[in-house]
C-alpha cells in the first residue's frame, strides 16, 4: 500500500520534506507547489505523444508507450532524488495524485527508498488553497506602508521581515514590482495560481500575528490580483506615510535596477511603454540617457513627470494617515514604523 501524505500534513511540516514534481516542465511552469522541483517523468514532447495515444489507441496502448519512453530514465531520475533531498523525507506529486506519481513511488518502495505519495496531488493542493483564501477573514489590523515610487516601502518590508516583524511583500509574492517598469531583471511574473499559494502559506504563517504590515497596492500588482478580502482590509486599515528625499529616491530606484547589462533593453522597452504619456521628445531623450548610463537622471525625470503625478491622483490627505514617515535612513526609518505601530495598538487596547 502506498504511503500517502495529505496536502494538511505537508504544509503543516514543509521543512521536512523534499518535495518533487513528476509532472511535465510546461505543467510546472504554468503552476507548482512553492518549494517544489521538477523532475519530470515525461518531458514536453513526449506527454503529448502519451495523450495522442491514450485518445486514439486507448488507455493500454497509452500505457505501453509512457513505460518505454520512461522506464530507461527511472533510475537516474531517482538517483537524483535521493541525492537533492539529503536527510529530507521525499514527497512525489503529479497533477492528481495518479499514475505518474504513483509509478515513480512504486520503483522506490520496490527499491526499499521510503517515499510518500502527495494525495489528490497538485489539483487537491490548489483545492486547499483556494479554499483557505476563500474562507479567509483578516480580523487583525493590517498596517499600510504608502508612499511615492522610489521612496523605500519595499525595502522597509525587508528589513521589518528580517526582524521578525509580520510584514508581507506582496511584490516579491507576484515577482512584479506593479509598474511599467515592474518585471524588468526579474524575469517571468508569477501566475495568479502560484501567486495565491505564495499568498496563502505567508498569511499562514503569521496566523496568530497581532497585526499584518503590508506595502501599499492596487488590486492588480501586474498580472496577478489581490484577493478581495485583503484588498479590502487593506483599504481599511491603518495607514503609514512614508517620505523621502527626490535625489534619495532616484538613487533607490537605480540600486533597484542597475547591475545587469541585460537590463538596460528591458528599461528602454518599458519606458517605451509610456511613450504616449511622456511625449515623443521626453521619451527619445530619456531612452538616449538610459543608454548613456545616467539612470539616476532618468529615475528622478520618470518620478515628476510620471509617478508622482500618477500616484498624487489616488493619495489620502495627510490627516488620513496615523503618521508620515521620514526614510532618509531605511533602518531609522523602519524602526520608527515598528514604533508608530505599537503605539498605536496601545492607544486602542
Known sequence: MKALLSVDQLITNRARYYVVDVRSPSEYAQAHIPGAVNVPLLDNEERVQVGTTYWEEGTDRAKEVGLSLVAPRLPQMIEKILQAAESKEVVIYCWRGGTRSRSVCSVMEALNYPVWQLAGGYKGFRRYIHNYLDEKKLDVPIFVLNGLTGVGKTRVIHILQAQGAPALDLEGLANHRGSAFGAVGLGEAHSQKDFEALLALALMQYEHAPYLIVEGEGKRIGPVILPTFLFEAMGNGPHILLEATLALRGQRIVEEYQGREDNIEELVAALQSLR?????????????????????????????????????????????????????????????????????LAREE
Do not use: M, P
Not at 281 to 303: F, M, P
Not at 304 to 313: A, E, G, M, N, W
Not at 328 to 335: T, V
Open 276 to 344: 504616449k504619456r511622456l511625449g515623443k521628445e521626453k521619451s527619445e531623450e530619456l531612452v538616449a540617457l538610459i543608454r548613456q548610463g545616467d539612470l539616476q537622471t532618468v529615475a528622478e525625470a520618470l518620478c515628476v513627470l510620471h509617478y508622482d503625478l500618477f500616484y498624487r491622483d489616488s493619495q489620502k490627505n495627510k490627516d488620513a494617515y496615523i503618521a508620515v514617515v521620514n526614510l532618509d535612513k531605511l533602518a531609522e526609518g523602519a524602526n520608527a514604523v515598528l514604533a508608530v505601530i505599537e503605539n498605536y
